[in-house]
């Protein structure tokens, strides 16, 4: 009577008859955990507003503005950003002025709580997920060798992999990855003690020489999409 791959999941239920209904329930109880883990769009909307000067109206992202796209990058990765910056883990580094920006925003009173998290990055995954632009130019061919040591994290077509906390990399802002490299490189991210997945992040740059592979590797990335 056992599913193994089914029954991995902690809110599976317990004490019920038959296999078919057994799949039945373990579904039903998915699609409820996943609705308020996911949070709630609707109520979402309402905190978005404030985010629109910026990031765009569908979350598009704004070069003018240093703001990256926030379509089609996924809730868990959202939600832990956002908390970095209200945590003081991540835009608090001396010269991060973009970083320090979007820290008083996500400090909002209305942010305050986990719920509003996830409702907010609800309503981000309704936004359409259309292509960046390219405004980076790198060599593809060897930005594809530079990938390969980023797969383990990132997945091998930038699509992120939650296990490893490595974010979707494919359809962002290619300028917003190349600053966020740099940024890794400065020690203006990942150089807060709780933050844990920053810092398995920042020894990877190492790998990335000088500016000509940065925008080598991003290229690449950018042609995942
Ligand atoms: C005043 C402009 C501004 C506003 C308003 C703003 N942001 Fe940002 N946001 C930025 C900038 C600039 C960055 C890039 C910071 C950096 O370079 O490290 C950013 C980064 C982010 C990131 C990190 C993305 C990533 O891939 O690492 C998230 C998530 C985010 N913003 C969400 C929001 C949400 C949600 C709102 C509304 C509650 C919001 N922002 C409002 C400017 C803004
Ligand atoms: C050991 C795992 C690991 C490897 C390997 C790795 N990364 Fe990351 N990367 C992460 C994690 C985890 C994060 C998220 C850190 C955070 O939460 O701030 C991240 C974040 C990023 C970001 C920021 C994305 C955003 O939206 O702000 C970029 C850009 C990035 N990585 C590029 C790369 C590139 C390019 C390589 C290869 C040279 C690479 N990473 C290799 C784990 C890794």
């Known amino acids: 009577m056992k599913l ?16 078919f209904f057994t799949l039945c329930l373990t579904l039903a109880c998915w699609a409820v955990a ?14 978005y507003p404030v985010c629109t000067a910026c990031h765009g109206a569908a979350g598009e992202g704004n070069q003018g503005m240093n703001a990256p796209k926030l ?14 910056f209200q945590n003081n883990a991540r835009g608090t580094a001396s010269g991060d002025m973009q970083g320090m920006q979007m820290a008083a925003m996500a400090k909002g009173p209305q942010l305050a709580t986990d719920e509003a998290l996830a409702n907010l990055a609800a309503y981000i995954a309704t936004f359409p997920d259309e292509p960046s632009p390219t405004t980076v130019n790198g060599d593809v061919a060897k930005g594809q060798t530079l990938y390969a040591v980023c797969a383990a994290c990132h997945g091998d077509k930038a ?19 190349v600053s966020q490299i740099k940024k890794y490189k400065a020690g203006q991210r990942g150089y807060h003690a709780s933050d844990v ?7 990877m740059v190492a790998t990335l020489a000088d500016d000509q592979a940065i925008n080598d590797v991003v290229a690449y990335i950018n042609s995942l999409q």
């Open 71 to 84: 379509a089609g990058q996924e809730n868990w990765y959202l939600i832990a950003q956002m908390k970095l």
């Open 197 to 203: 997945r920053g810092q398995q992040m920042r020894p």
């Open 34 to 47: 996943g609705a308020s883990w996911a949070g709630d769009a609707a109520a979402g909307k309402s905190l």
């Open 159 to 177: 699509q992120g992999i939650e296990a490893m906390g490595g974010p979707r990399l494919a359809g962002q802002n290619d300028w917003y990855l």
């Open 4 to 19: 193994p791959s089914l029954n991995a999941k902690p809110t599976h239920p317990t004490g019920y008859r038959g296999r």
